[in-house]
């Protein structure tokens, strides 16, 4: 009994532990607000199960990563809506309770006014026939009160709870479902391409000339891994670092995730190897690794709701070490998309525009505060309130790794803490405009390129 005790409090302290972001919640989430996590990759259940990630069970659930389970975001999130309706809840048994009062009230008065005629029936007959009217009216009203309003508060309550019945076994089916599922281990089906190298760039050297997934291994003493190569814009060697396409994958995540890295690298759209990039985060680790083995550039693509389509590149970009805290180096800014690392963002002013350059900012997540604002003040934390792990200085003139937003504009009332937390350019389309699409991608710099 104790041990199952112990084991309960371990359960409850790992799930409480990954509730801790939700715990800085100050502004409560309007229903209708468009973050979505999931919905988009559900459409694409069956391309991604190609691609290695399992297709959960229940279909607005989506698909599995194949670097982890998502269900356990699904479930907080579901967890959440129940407990809308919990609150909705309260309201209404709060105004039966009222309604029940008044009843109570008439009741008493009615009993008053029948000992009050006792007494006058012995003068005044013609007082009594005016009682006897009040009383009437009161009885029709309480009549009334029984008859209509107590039912339907009741229809009210037994609609709520049915729906709550509703989410949970669903819920519970979806869980059952996942478990069965879940016992045969994902399989990747992406191909690994033949050709192999250091980076994208020695890739392509090598012949492999397609966009596509590969494995490379920068350096002997580490272990290969799969990464996406843009092998076509400006004549390609592009590693992909960072990608937002639709939504399917949380970036809301903790130091030790973006460390390691997140995501989904491709998938098989149809074609026999994975030339879809899915969206992730390459891992810091790794990106700094890579922009230290020689000089390298970084280009950012990217693109709003309309298809309209800008970028900027810097032709230096380094990534120091975790013991540096991932320290960010750039450089040789070029492009149309507007120069947020280095010069902040226009439409501020003095140090208003300074406190949003991102260059020598230092990474923070929001279990790991490394930014400008107030340091040491857990109230004041970027990355907390702007949605991702990212240079956040104080905060942001760009946020790529922000919530995803559909459709582009937002606003403060849908952000969860008031503040622009979406996926944001500012010297493109300012704070309160979350963008369709972006990338980051490396590649060894070369002057004579
Ligand atoms: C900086 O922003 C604050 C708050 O919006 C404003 O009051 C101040 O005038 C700004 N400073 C400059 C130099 O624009």
Redesign the pocket.
């Known amino acids: 009994m104790k041990k199952l005790l112990l084991l309960y409090l371990c359960l409850y302290v790992a799930w409480a532990d990954d509730l801790e972001y939700d715990d800085y919640d100050t502004v409560s989430r309007s229903p209708q607000h468009n973050y979505i996590q999931w919905t988009t990759a559900a459409g694409e259940g069956g391309a991604a199960r190609e691609a290695g990630g399992c297709l959960h069970a229940s279909e607005e659930l989506g698909v599995l990563c194949p670097t982890g389970c998502e269900l356990k975001t699904m479930l907080l999130k579901q967890e959440r809506s129940v407990k809308q309706s919990v609150n909705e809840l309260k309201p209404q048994v709060d105004d039966l309770s009222r309604s029940s009062n008044n009843v109570y009230n008439y009741v008493n008065s009615i009993s008053n006014s029948l000992r009050e005629r006792q007494r006058i029936v012995n003068d005044n007959n013609r007082v009594v026939g005016q009682y006897t009217d009040r009383v009437e009216e009161q009885h029709a009203y309480i009549k009334e009160t029984v008859d209509t309003v107590f039912p339907s508060s009741i229809r009210v309550l037994q609609g709520v709870l049915d729906k709550i019945r509703l989410k949970i076994q669903k819920l519970e089916k979806a869980i059952q479902s996942q478990r069965e599922e879940c016992k045969v281990p994902c399989k990747t089906k992406c191909p690994i391409p033949v050709v192999s190298g250091k980076e994208c760039e020695d890739i392509y050297r090598r012949g492999g000339k397609d966009s596509q997934m590969y494995l490379i291994q920068p350096d002997a003493f580490y272990a290969p891994y799969k990464v996406f190569c843009d092998q076509t814009t400006q004549n390609g060697g592009w590693l992909l670092i960072q990608n937002r396409l639709d939504g399917s994958v949380d970036f809301g995540r903790r130091w030790d995730d973006y460390r390691r890295g997140f995501g989904n690298i491709a998938f098989d759209s149809g074609k026999g190897h994975c030339q879809t990039p899915g969206e992730y985060w390459l891992g810091n680790d790794r990106i700094s690794h890579l922009t230290k083995m020689g000089p390298t550039e970084v280009l950012i693509e990217m693109q709003d709701w309309t298809g309209a389509k800008v970028h900027a590149q810097y032709n230096a970009f380094t990534i120091q070490s975790e013991s540096s805290n991932y320290v960010m180096a750039v450089d040789g800014y070029s492009g149309n998309a507007g120069n947020c690392f280095l010069e902040g963002s226009l439409e501020?002013?003095?140090?208003?525009?300074t406190m949003t350059i991102h260059n020598g900012m230092m990474f923070s997540t929001y279990d790991r505060d490394n930014d400008n604002w107030i340091p040491g003040d857990p109230s004041k934390q970027c990355s907390r309130e702007d949605g991702g792990g990212w240079w956040y200085n104080r905060c942001h003139s760009a946020n790529p790794n922000g919530r995803y937003y559909i459709g582009g504009a937002y606003t403060r009332q849908m952000a969860k803490h008031g503040t622009d937390d979406g996926i944001v350019w500012m010297n493109w389309k300012g704070s309160w405009y979350s963008l369709k699409a972006i990338s980051m991608k490396i590649r060894p710099f070369f002057a004579s390129r």
């Open positions: 501020l002013f003095g140090v208003n525009r």
